[in-house]
Every structure is written in structure tokens, then in C-alpha cells.
């Protein structure tokens, strides 16, 4: 059964720090008998619709970040763990949301930020900013 189970959510203060985590069965990043190669974040505030945060490829070399958290989050993998972070930096209410982590197992750079390019996805994880 493929999962991706994402964890390190919870609160933060505006300014703060947190460091998500999404761990994927399987082995290497390989689902159903298939490697996956690229990991996303996605997540969706209250009454607003999924909306791509970052996204990285199998060697993590390749990344790609939405313009409203470019140069606050950072995102990474380690296959050897079958895990990829999100570390989110200088936190902000707007921030808050429901996190996904998702997997694909192939897509163009250009539709990265697509929801519909993944084939898997986590339950989500809280990210609550106070102000």
C-alpha cells in the first residue's frame, strides 16, 4: 500500500520555524514497483483552494518554489530515508494551512506546480502562525 505520512506540523509565532517531514513506504522512493521523482508540498488554507508551495526531483538538484515562499522555505530530500523536508523559515499567519506532501512518479519542471501531476498524496499536516 503506498503512503506518504507527513509530520512536524503544529504552531508557531510569526517569525518562527518548523521543519515538516514526509516519510514514503517503499524503498529508494521506489512506489509500486516504480521510483518516484518528484516530491512536492502543497497546502490549503480555509476556504481557499490547494495551492503549490515547493517541489524538488530525484537527484535534488532540481526545485522550484512559489513566488510567496521563495526565500523562506527550503526544500530537501534523502532518499536513502525515503523522506523530503520542507523547512519553513520566517514564518507568517498567511502560512497558515494544511500541508500535503506528494509524490509523482514522473512530470515536466513546468507542471510541477500542478496538483494534478501527482499520483500520491499525504493526509496533511497542521501549520498554525500566530501573530
Known amino acids: 500500500q503506498v503512503q506518504l505520512v507527513e509530520s512536524g506540523g503544529g504552531l508557531a509565532q510569526a517569525g518562527g520555524s518548523l521543519r515538516l517531514s514526509c516519510a514514503a513506504s517503499g524503498r529508494a522512493f521506489s512506489i509500486d514497483g516504480m521510483s518516484i521523482d518528484v516530491m512536492g508540498w502543497f497546502r490549503q488554507a480555509p476556504g481557499k483552494e490547494r495551492e503549490f508551495v515547493s517541489a524538488i526531483n530525484r537527484s535534488g538538484i532540481n526545485t522550484k518554489y512559489a513566488d510567496s515562499v521563495k526565500g523562506r522555505f527550503t526544500i530537501s530530500r534523502d532518499n536513502a530515508k525515503n523522506t523530503v523536508y520542507l523547512q519553513m523559515n520566517s514564518l507568517t499567519p498567511e502560512d497558515t494551512a494544511v500541508y500535503y506532501c506528494?509524490?509523482?512518479?514522473?512530470?515536466?519542471?513546468?507542471?510541477?506546480?500542478?496538483?494534478?501531476?501527482?499520483?500520491?498524496w499525504g493526509q496533511g499536516t497542521q501549520v498554525t502562525v500566530s501573530s
Open positions: 506528494a509524490a509523482a512518479r514522473s512530470g515536466l519542471y513546468s507542471t510541477w506546480t500542478r496538483a494534478g501531476m501527482y499520483n500520491y
